[in-house]
Nanobody, 127 residues
Framework: QVQLVESGGGLVQPGGSLRLSCAAS????????MSWVRQPSGKGPEWVSA???????RYADSVKGRFTISRDNFENTMYLQMNDLKPEDTALYYC?????????????????????WGPGTQVTVSS
């Protein structure tokens, strides 16, 4: 069955870096768009970034220039390199498989629908 497992979260000081990983299994990883979504405590989910099977990427404005999404289709793993972290980046970070995509090549955030999620990994940015 489809499984997504995130790792790499932790406590980091403002300005620091973390690298999240999402290990995928149970499906043809390279055939799917994948995404990172975060949810701060007490707030709704916020889309962070997405990548298609060929490596094309999109980012939310709030993380553009600081975060880098990538994937290894041989290792069935997606990554999120997070640099210059800010307290407002504190959240539970989820890896999600994208089921439907609209507007990938259009201005603004793409419209993504998800069918599987990992359990999440906590990122806390605090001094």
């Amino acid at each position: 069955q489809v499984q997504l497992v995130e790792s790499g979260g932790g406590l980091v000081q403002p300005g620091g870096s973390l690298r999240l990983s999402c290990a995928a299994s149970g499906f043809t990883f390279s055939a799917y768009y994948m995404s990172w979504v975060r949810q701060p405590s007490g707030k709704g989910p916020e889309w962070v970034s997405a990548i298609n099977g060929g490596g094309s990427t999109r980012y939310a404005d709030s993380v553009k220039g600081r975060f880098t999404i990538s994937r290894d289709n041989f290792e069935n793993t997606m990554y999120l390199q997070m640099n210059d972290l800010k307290p407002e980046d504190t959240a539970l970070y989820y890896c999600a498989r994208v089921d439907a995509v609209q507007g990938w090549d259009m201005p603004g955030d793409p419209d993504l629908k998800y069918d599987y999620w990992g359990p999440g990994t906590q990122v806390t940015v605090s001094s």
